[in-house]
């Protein structure tokens, strides 16, 4: 499983803050210490969009544009784009995950089988 993890924070080594952010909105700026940590100094232009002009700007954003997905968090910016590709890593990851388990559940399966064969067979 060290591996499938590896393997989804290379392809993905945002996914935390952008998860943090986007599940917990409100504890990003609900006193002005959270606020000022979680947001943004200067301009960002997200998929080739200026969503915050100009220098000295504290500003927080979350959202998608032209499909990439983008938080402000912790003072930096955090990005992925929605695109083929990525959902082709995420399918590669989840099978890999599948994998993981696939012995697991095949000696899982057996047992059950087994367990309600046995229940089937009239007693001595």
Known sequence: MDKVAKMFSEAFPS???IRDASAHPADM???PFYEEQNSFDGPL????????RGEGIRSHFTGIVNRHVTVTIKGGVHSYELSQSSLEKLDEIRKAVFEVFKPASEASMQLFFAAMSSKDRPSA
């Open 15 to 17: 996914a935390k803050y």
């Open 45 to 52: 232009s997200v998929g080739g969009v200026e969503v915050i």
């Open 29 to 31: 700026l609900w006193n």
